[in-house]
């Protein structure tokens, strides 16, 4: 079974902090995605990866910033957080454009 | 631009047989996908569609229909279990990522 795992279920951090969210994937896909999702918007693609030190923006980049320095690692960095911010955090990963992506259990992110 | 709608809340009985509609406007069409997220955890994959008619997987079909834009999962025989959110969520070639509709709550009542 594929296996994304979020490094913290709940975490609470304070405006202007610079946060990082880590997720990592033992099954050596090579696409790897964050999401946010808010209620009544659904699941919003903020950054992907189709390789190892390659991003690419999704749909709402403002504010975040990823980093790809191993295969199974895709951490999401808020350079700056805010209230705005405060969200449910979703990892995934596939192993190609054609597959299914799998989900880790998410980080619920609150910015004070 | 691009478009998915799903109605937002639906309710049915145990035992029941249930649809849950989503269409779509995109350009680039390359496939649907329907998605399964209990309350607190993670979305799980339940079917992809990129050719019209219907895939069925036990209790689960998804249909799609290219020419209209349409998409449907129907769950038979309802458990209490399959009370969640299902998502769909639409693959285009030109940017080759998932744009996901808001999702359609489903709860299933005794």
């Known amino acids: 079974d594929v296996k994304v795992t979020q490094s913290s279920r709940y975490l609470v951090k304070r405006t202007g902090e610079k946060v990082f969210l880590e997720c990592v994937q033992d099954?050596?896909?090579?696409?790897m995605f964050w999401y946010r999702q808010d209620p009544g918007l659904g699941l919003r693609l903020i950054y992907f990866?189709?390789?190892?030190?390659?991003?690419e923006k999704g749909d709402i980049p403002e504010g975040y910033s990823v980093s790809r320095e191993k295969k199974e690692r895709f951490s999401l960095i808020l350079e700056s957080a805010s209230t705005n911010q405060t969200s449910m955090y979703l990892c995934?990963?596939?192993?190609?454009?054609?597959?299914?992506?799998?989900f880790g259990d998410g980080t619920r992110l609150s910015i004070l | 631009g691009q478009n998915i709608d799903q109605p937002t809340e639906m309710t049915a009985t145990e035992g029941a047989i249930v649809q849950i509609n989503c269409t779509y406007q995109?350009?680039?069409?390359?496939?649907l996908f329907w998605y399964q997220q209990h309350a607190g955890e993670a979305p799980t994959f339940l079917s992809y569609?990129?050719?019209?008619g219907l895939e069925e997987k036990g209790r689960f079909s998804s249909f799609l229909s290219r020419s209209k834009g349409y998409s449907y999962l129907l769950l038979k025989e309802l458990q209490m279990k399959d009370s969640a959110s299902y998502l769909c969520a639409v693959r285009t070639y030109n940017t080759d990522k998932l744009i996901f509709g808001t999702g359609t709550r489903l709860q299933v009542f005794p």
């Open positions: 995934a990963s596939s192993p190609d454009r054609d597959q299914p992506q799998h």
């Open positions: 995109t350009s680039g069409f390359n496939g």
């Open positions: 099954m050596d896909h090579e696409n």
């Open positions: 569609n990129v050719l019209d």
């Open positions: 990866s189709y390789d190892v030190k390659m991003k």
